[in-house]
């Protein structure tokens, strides 16, 4: 059964991009074997430490959002583990509603995108049909609700705020 996690983990500041490269393939490899996904790769970069860890007080801060296994959990922590560029790491388990939640508004994200890449032949389209008459604005503004003299006395002042020195 596959569930959302999230992956943390904090790498030694002096590694290079390289070796980030490797963990981050090798990470991608025990998904990919067990048969999970990896949503989302975060990169915060270079931040400095609350507290020192390994005579360390900066780091390499990477977060990762995967659809997992709970056996493939078990093999990236030993991975991780064992890792000696890995100062700290964590996995949890993400909540499912907001999981759920941020996929509908990526879904909508990506419907919007695509509307906006037809709506640009469609603006082509409109810019060769005739603009309407200066007649039918004027009645369209004067459609708007405008308020009488006696409707304004019902409506309450406004909260004015007295300052004392």
């Known amino acids: 059964m596959n569930r959302d996690y999230e992956l943390g983990f904090i790498l030694n500041p002096e590694v290079s991009e390289e070796e980030i490269r490797a963990i981050l393939g090798r990470i991608e490899q025990i998904v990919a074997h067990h048969g ?4 989302k790769v975060n990169h915060w970069g270079r931040r400095h430490l609350e507290y020192p860890i ?9 977060f990762i959002d995967m659809i997992l296994t ?14 000696e560029t890995v100062l700290r790491h964590m ?5 499912s509603k907001v ?3 941020e996929r509908q508004e990526r879904e909508e994200r990506e419907a919007r995108a695509a509307a906006a890449a037809t709506a640009p032949a469609e603006d082509k389209a409109e810019e060769q049909a005739p603009e309407p008459a200066a007649e039918e604005a ?6 708007t609700p405008v308020l009488s003299e006696e409707e304004m006395s019902d409506v309450p002042p406004a909260i004015e705020e007295s300052i004392e020195a």
């Open 36 to 39: 999970g996904q990896i949503v």
């Open 54 to 62: 390994e005579r360390h007080r900066d780091g390499y801060y990477i």
């Open 70 to 83: 709970p056996e493939t959990v078990i093999e990236l922590e030993r991975m991780l583990r064992v890792s």
């Open 91 to 95: 996995v949890r388990k993400r909540d």
């Open 99 to 101: 999981v759920q939640k």
């Open 138 to 143: 004027v009645e369209a503004t004067e459609e």
